[in-house]
């Protein structure tokens, strides 16, 4: 379906973890059929978001948890009653979407990039919306 909206569930299993979503977005773009465009990776929650990192190293993942820890620890003094202000914090940060080019049938990466869905107060089941648009 050109221009389709495709949506999925993950499940997390941490508190905060950055999981691989290509498989997502290749399965999105397959059932798509779109040759040359782009694709759109949404996340609809406040405390998760979507970011293109390094693929290679699993070492890149833990330092991002530490560094966004470092920055944004869960302090006692924040006053959102649900607790969770750090994860609205990191979120805000890291971002709600990333923008994929679509060219010659296949998502655009540089050598050492992928798609994650990053997750701040977790577990949970989250949604994950993917728009595709032909151009």
Not at 54 to 68: C, F, I, R, S, Y
Not at 102 to 125: A, H, K, M, V
Request: with cysteine.
């Amino acid at each position: 379906m050109k221009n389709g909206l495709y949506e999925y569930n993950i499940s997390t299993d941490e508190k905060q973890a950055f999981i691989n979503i290509d498989v997502y977005a290749e399965d999105a773009l397959q059932k798509s059929g779109v040759a040359e465009g782009i694709m759109v990776v949404y996340c609809p929650h406040t405390t998760a978001g979507i970011t293109i990192n390094e693929n290679a190293d699993p070492d890149v993942k833990t330092d991002l948890k530490l560094g966004l820890d470092h920055t944004f620890p869960n302090k006692r003094d924040y006053i959102h009653m649900e607790g969770n202000s750090d994860g609205h914090m990191k979120s805000s940060v890291i971002g709600a979407s990333e923008t994929v080019i679509i060219s010659d049938g296949r998502l655009l990466f540089g050598t050492w990039q992928s798609l994650y869905f990053c997750e701040f107060d977790g577990p949970r089941t989250r949604q994950l919306w993917i728009k595709i648009l032909a151009g």
